[in-house]
């Protein structure tokens, strides 16, 4: 299929623009204003609800066919993760975004890519005059990445349209017809503490250089998780020496697989070279572990000042390894074709004086397989006495053929040449929640390649971006389904 290819220069210059503007999950105040001003400067009619969320409006373009009308939703917030030695401030500071080679980056920082390059596309098609579509009604959320309570409030009955574009994938090559739903989970583990001996020494080890990334679409890479790594090495130490631990934490939230984890134990002070060569072993074998993840993990151990005499008691430091080491980490359920249908991340480890506190996440295509899961961690919660909280997010599974997506497919193989690989992702998407809430709506994901999203190395194709932005304006152009 062939068009007059449209320039990508104005979707580059919107990204640019929004990058400027801190836009992490539940403080969208800023780009939900800049989102508003765009509509207002175009005489676009809009609708802003308390939680942030903005709708606009346009009309068809006059030489138009259709009478039905399309959505195009993305979400305005992006994760906020930076490399270690980073001081950037993402809530007063916005991206340094650059370009190298075919690919847009962010300096330190995760590039908002995740869904700034679907906000950006949005902006650029309402605001051309030369692109031929259908009515649009856009819809900008909010909360995304951590509660997706933009999606779960937001009021869709001044919605028209039954078909949706959502600008929230992530490669070039597939169309996402399906999502998991998701289910985030933290565990408050109550801790006893004691006073430790004067012949005992404080040690903090620290395990990183994970590649880190997004617990759906990488959550089958076979990444390390560096909180598991943690639980496994302590349980070495434990089971030989007397350790008591102190304090662990590492990773960020549920939903991002982790890139480090650090804890700090009590220690003979006679078994100071023993435990030395033990973290040097394991060290060794995860380097093997990863020789093919593109990663670069180290452990490392150093002493650290005492600061008081106390730690967690035995019977604590056993109690979290033991749950570092029974809960499930990774691809959990896979189909023929090694799609992981339920997996588990461990995201997240912090503790207080009193306190452990372990976050992760459960997402599911196949909720049956699921239960079984939970299930396993619900033996995991009795046995120990977790305290136990739990979210849950909506997945959508497609069942019917659809008039829709079968021109979606038919418009791609034309223009690409090849055809697209159609999925019901193992991620959850906001469309989710739209097709639970309108009837007999059709959704298709698309968008560029974006790699290594929920990380500092998180970067997005040029060359894609232009192809599935003249890609989507095909779509618009041949909407009619008549």
Not at 4 to 24: A, G, H, Q, T
Not at 52 to 65: A, G, M
Not at 222 to 246: A, F, H, Q, S, V
Request: charged share 30%; net charge neutral.
């Amino acid at each position: 299929m062939k068009m007059n290819e449209i320039d990508i220069n104005e979707v580059l210059k919107y990204f640019y623009e929004i990058s400027k503007i801190p836009r992490m999950s539940g403080k969208e105040e800023k780009i939900a204003d800049y989102i508003e001003n765009f509509a207002k400067k175009r005489n676009l009619k809009y609708i802003r609800d308390i939680y942030n969320n903005i709708i606009i409006f346009k009309d068809s373009t006059k030489w138009d066919k259709s009478d039905e009308s399309i959505m195009l939703q993305c979400h305005l917030d992006m994760v906020c993760e930076k490399e270690e030695n980073s001081n950037h401030d993402f809530e007063k500071e916005g991206l340094e975004v650059y370009i190298e080679g075919d690919y847009i980056k962010a300096k330190d920082t995760t590039l908002g890519a995740d869904n700034g390059i679907g906000i950006a596309i949005i902006l650029a098609i309402l605001n051309s005059n030369k692109i031929k579509h259908p009515k649009i009604e856009a819809i900008f959320t909010v909360q995304e990445e951590t509660t997706m309570e933009g999606a779960k409030q937001i009021d869709v009955s001044m919605l028209e349209s039954k078909k949706m574009i959502c600008l929230d994938n992530m490669n070039e090559e597939e169309l996402w017809i399906g999502c998991a739903g998701a289910k985030i989970f933290e565990y408050e583990i109550e801790g006893n503490q004691q006073k430790i001996r004067e012949d005992n020494i404080l040690i903090k080890i620290g395990i990183n250089g994970f590649r880190g990334g997004h617990s759906g679409k990488d959550i089958s890479k076979n990444r390390g998780n560096p909180i598991k790594e943690m639980g496994n090495l302590l349980d070495k130490l434990y089971t030989k020496y007397n350790i008591y631990l102190k304090n662990i934490y590492g990773g960020k939230k549920a939903n991002v697989i982790p890139r480090e984890c650090y804890s700090e134990i009590y220690i003979k002070n006679g078994d100071v070279d023993k435990i030395n060569q033990e973290i040097i072993n394991y060290n060794n074998l995860l380097k093997k572990k990863s020789i093919n993840n593109n990663e670069n993990i180290s452990v490392n151990v150093k002493e650290i000042e005492q600061i008081d005499n106390y730690s967690f008691n035995s019977n604590t430091t056993r109690k979290v390894i033991n749950i570092l080491k029974e809960i499930k980490n990774g691809v959990y359920y896979e189909d023929k074709y090694s799609n992981p249908l339920v997996s588990l991340n461990i995201g997240k480890i912090e503790n207080t004086r009193n306190e452990i506190k372990i976050s992760f996440s459960i997402r599911t295509n196949r909720s049956e397989i699921e239960q079984k899961l939970e299930n396993e961690l619900n033996n995991i919660v009795s046995k120990y006495g977790i305290q136990e909280r739990k979210s849950e997010l909506s997945g959508y599974e497609h069942e019917e053929r659809s008039m829709f997506i079968d021109k979606c497919k038919a418009i791609y193989k034309g223009y690409f040449g090849v055809n697209p690989k159609v999925i019901d992702m193992h991620i959850c998407l906001e469309a989710g929640f739209f097709a639970n809430k309108i009837p007999k709506l059709d959704f298709v994901a698309i968008a560029p390649n974006i790699y290594d999203a929920h990380s500092p190395k998180e970067r997005c194709s040029i060359s894609s971006l232009k192809k599935v932005y003249n890609y989507i304006i095909l779509i618009l152009e041949n909407f009619d389904m008549k």
